[in-house]
Every structure is written in structure tokens, then in C-alpha cells.
């Protein structure tokens, strides 16, 4: 079995949890292979095996069963754009805060690796987006596993974005912005401006202006197989658009396209995980915190 590690600079603290970790790969004799910014990284604090290799992309050839991500969702995000097409389940290891979609706990890294082992684990394919620019912006990473983000660049104006679906004109959105979301996505920042949160696996997609001026514009929810089209009118010609945590300036003439995509990511979850009580426990829910 070949495990790859994926991961962003962390804290001291953190340090014994990663080093535990590659540890217990070794003792099952699983080989690694460590993403090469984050190996040069952990070369500073953690004695490493020189059978550990390193890559940079992952292809076919490298013939990666699994891969860990190691941080917070952000973290994860970064790691699917290695991953892409490719059906590799991912695992987050969560040292991040909140963790979402980063599910697993430091202190649960011994149990969690020991079920993907024996296969005790279910596997969640989450919906991608995809980005259609004239210009090819993203390249061949032109794909979102939480959010499109379209949003005004260098001005302190709005920017008007004309939205439709499926060719039919939905709403000008004079807004800061404007976010096309998928379920796994509704945890994030369309939950910040006011969006709804959807269960995973809901073939859904959620529209939710940032700060709109209109405030009889709210949230709305559509079917995943809709195709979304956006122009933007913008003072300054420029507005930004961004997949995740990945930003492109456009030219804001440019109509920019956005459908699901034709693969999905597949997350690993331990058997006994649930999404509502993740975000039961994680937004509080319940708890009386006046005292």
C-alpha cells in the first residue's frame, strides 16, 4: 500500500502528532510519499527515513492508494487539485480549527489509520464545480470542491453581476460579490453570508450574494445539473474570481460559466462519523452559553 501526505507549514505542537503519525505507516510497512514543499518543511523538525520520496504531481504511475491531508480544510482543499480526477479517497487530519471536511482529530490518528487498513471506513463523493473562462484562467485545475467566488477587485464600489440559469436571466446582484457554492461549500463561506447549510450528498448548489444592496436578495438553492452564467459590470474592468482559496483577476466583459463537474472527490469518513452531529458539535448547537 503507498499513502501519500499532503500538508501546509504548522506550529511546534503539532509536531508530535505528524511525527506519531509517519511513524505508525512505517510500523505497518506502508510506504510514503510526502508532497516536496511539505517534506522540506517537516525535514526541520522530524527525522526522516530516507525511503520516503517525495512528489510534486501525482500521476497513474505513482499508484497513490490513499492520500492524508494534514491541516485544516483549507489545507484539504489545496490538496484536491493534486488529486483531481484521479479517485483517490482523501483523509483530513484535522489541526486546523473549526474542520469541516477535515474530520479526523489528532488524537484519533492510530484508529483512523488502523480502519483505512481493514477497510472500515465509508467513502463521501462530494460534487465539484467547474469554470468555464474564454481565456482558460485556471488551466487545467479550473475546478472548485466548496466555491466560485466572483468579488470586486480594488474599489470600494459593488460590482452589478448578471446571473442565469440555464440561459434564462435569474437577477442583476448588486452586491461585494457573489458565491456559487456546492453542499460540501455550505459550510463555508456561504454560511458566513447568511447561506444555508446543506447535508452532503444533496444534489444542490447554492447562489448567495455577498453583502448585497438589494435586501430583499437572499440565498437561493438550485439543481446541481443547472448551468450558471455570470457577466459583471465593474467601474475598474477588473473583478476577481476564485475556486477555493485560488484567485484570478478577469477582465469583466468576459462571461464566465459554471456546471458540475464531470468527476467527483471522494472523502474518507470514519464508519461511525456523521455530518449532523459534526456540525451539531461544531457550531454549538444546543449549548447554553450565557453563563
Known sequence: MKIAIFGNEFSDSYTKYIKHLINKLEREEIEIIIHHQFYEFLQNTIELSDKISTFERITKEDNI????????????????????????????????????ISSISTDQIDVAVDNVLNGEYKIRSRTVLELDTENNLFGTTNFALNEVAIVKKDTSSMIRIDAFIDGEFL?????DGLLISTPTGSTGYSLSCGGPIILPGTENIIITPIAP???????????????????????????????????????????????????????????????????????????????
Not at 437577477?171 to 452586491?175: D, I, K, Q
Not at 444592496?213 to 455570470?230: A, D, F, K, M, Y
Not at 464531470?262 to 456523521?274: A, C, G, V
Open 213 to 291: 444592496h438589494n435586501l430583499n436578495v437572499r440565498p437561493i438553492i438550485i439543481n446541481e445539473n443547472s448551468t450558471i452564467g455570470l457577466k459583471v459590470e465593474d467601474r475598474d474592468q477588473l473583478a476577481l474570481v476564485s475556486l477555493d482559496s485560488r484567485s484570478r483577476a478577469f477582465d469583466s466583459s468576459s462571461e464566465l460559466i459554471i456546471r458540475k463537474a464531470n468527476f467527483k472527490i471522494k472523502l474518507i469518513e470514519p464508519k461511525d462519523h456523521s455530518f449532523i452531529t459534526t456540525i451539531r458539535s461544531k457550531l454549538m448547537w444546543g449549548e447554553d452559553k450565557r453563563n
Open 65 to 100: 492508494n490513499y492520500l492524508f491531508s494534514i491541516g485544516g480544510d483549507g489545507t484539504l482543499l489545496k490538496a484536491v487539485t493534486y488529486v483531481r480526477e484521479s479517485n483517490i479517497p482523501i483523509m483530513g487530519i484535522n489541526t486546523g480549527r473549526l474542520g469541516f
Open 171 to 175: 437577477n442583476s446582484y448588486w452586491a
